[in-house]
């Protein structure tokens, strides 16, 4: 898929998980997304030692 293919997607699947929530709800959504994006990307570089 390329970049302006996953933008979309991305795009859409938001517009998606926002719709019908409160801007409270979507501001907690974003930081928990955000946070296991952030943790996913730690855990690429340096993956704990009970994961081996």
């Known amino acids: 898929m390329r970049s302006c293919e996953w933008a979309t997607f991305v795009t859409a699947l938001a517009l ?10 979507i501001a907690f959504l ?5 946070q296991l994006g952030d943790t996913l990307a730690l855990l690429a570089v340096e993956p704990p030692k009970c994961m081996s």
């Open 16 to 25: 998606t998980i926002a719709k019908d929530k409160t801007a409270e709800e």
């Open 30 to 34: 974003g930081l928990l997304f955000t």
